[in-house]
């Protein structure tokens, strides 16, 4: 079992930036992949960005050149810095892991989430 705990999200001005963390622990050997999804109010859930285990990244087109996602393996942290943050970048962002987690129905494993609104 793996758990997996974000923090970092908050209330932010259209134009600011924040970092999301997400701590990961137990057994997290199976783990290859890991990343943020996030979900606004009354849409799907849908992919941010990953940071896979072969060292390629992933983001979404919404996101691309704004957001960046890193990884601390020393640390088992997972990050998202997101700059440039728009009004429809509000979302429940969710800490995402497993051996493949392109697609939602492959993630393995899910944090409780943490909530980013960005104010306009």
């Known amino acids: 079992q793996v758990h997996l705990v974000e923090s970092g999200g908050g209330l932010v001005q259209a134009g600011g930036s924040l970092r999301l963390s997400c701590a990961a622990s137990g057994n997290i050997v199976n783990i290859n992949d890991m990343g943020w999804y996030r979900q606004a109010p009354g849409k799907e859930r849908e992919l941010v960005a990953v940071d896979a285990s072969y060292g390629s990244t992933y983001y979404a087109t919404s996101v691309k050149g704004r957001f960046t996602i890193s990884r601390d393996n020393g640390k088992n942290t997972l990050y998202l810095q997101m700059n440039s943050l728009k009004p429809e970048d509000t979302a429940m962002y969710y800490c995402?892991?497993?051996?493949?987690?392109?697609?939602?129905?492959?993630?393995?494993?899910w944090g409780q989430g943490t909530q980013v609104t960005v104010s306009s």
């Open positions: 995402a892991a497993g051996r493949r987690i392109i697609t939602i129905q492959s993630v393995d494993y």
